[in-house]
């Protein structure tokens, strides 16, 4: 894992246009627990099978203590969520879903933001596919840099990519795995 001194100073992030969607705003805040089930369906319809969090994941995540689990909501409809946590004085983007209808329209950076906000000690590492580029260019448009590989990470043949953006003052810190 990553290690610091847990400096609370943020690195300045660069103006990035977020497109909006065409209808309104999106509001992220806190995952209630009936929203759950809910999540479990937007799971399903974001990843590939074998890759998306059931309904049990979900709900041990939900209550867990140091994870924050956020939802991006349009109205009643929840169109994503972000889940994360602290690990060893870092943060850890533990899973980032968006409803592939309202892909691309800045649902994902706003749900990335706000977990860098709920979690704002020590840098941020994540895991994504490797044949994830879209995925990869919203990580990269945020700061986040390429920082080792796992093979077969999410099964035979499907490789991921560790990312990592740093937000603490001083030199980089290394990687363990």
Known sequence: MIYNRDIRDRVARPAIPTPRLAATDVAV???????????????RRAFSPGLAYGLGTLVL????????????????????CAIGDRQSGDTRVINLAVD?????????????????????????????????????????????????????????????????KHRVVGPPTKLRF
Do not use: C
């Open 100 to 164: 592939p209808d309202v892909q691309r329209r800045g649902i994902g950076t706003a749900l990335l933001r706000a977990l860098e906000e709920a979690l704002p000690k020590g840098n941020v590492l994540l895991m994504v596919e490797k044949e994830n580029t879209g995925a990869q260019a919203l990580y990269r448009n945020e700061g986040y840099l390429p920082a080792g590989a796992a093979n077969d990470y999410y099964g035979r043949g499907r490789h991921g990519i560790w990312m990592q």
């Open 29 to 43: 805040s806190g995952a209630r627990f009936r929203e759950l089930p809910e999540l479990a369906r937007l799971q």
């Open 61 to 80: 995540l939900w209550a867990l203590p140091n994870v924050r689990f956020l939802v991006a909501r349009r109205g009643d409809q929840v169109v994503g």
